[in-house]
């Protein structure tokens, strides 16, 4: 027995669990920042190319949320401005 080594396998686990706490909010973040992109104009930058687009949008893969712009899901990281859509007027 040896008191020393119970703390010390306490703290790694407070340290696991807490570890795991910010991996699940980091994905809550994520989410929430890429909902609020629905019906924003971004640019998408895919490998040399890039586009503007509307998110019309948002599904889960793997758990990490993918922006649906023209039709096609890319992952946030893809998105490299964002801005605020702005319909052309329709002339009647």
Do not use: C, H, W
């Not at 909902?35 to 793997?62: C, H, M, P, Y």
């Not at 758990?63 to 039709?71: D, E, K, R, Y």
Request: aromatic residues 6%; charged residues 15%.
């Amino acid at each position: 027995m040896n008191p020393q080594q119970d703390t010390e396998f306490i703290a790694q686990m407070a340290q696991f669990s807490s570890l795991e706490q910010n991996k699940q909010m980091t994905g809550d973040i994520a989410a929430l920042t890429a909902n609020g992109l629905i019906g924003r104009s971004v640019t998408i930058q895919d490998g040399k190319e890039s586009f503007d687009g509307v998110v019309s949008s948002v599904a889960l893969k793997d758990g990490a949320p993918q922006v649906i712009v023209g039709g096609k899901q890319y992952p946030l990281s893809k998105v490299s401005l964002i801005t605020q859509y702005v319909p052309e007027p329709t002339v009647a």
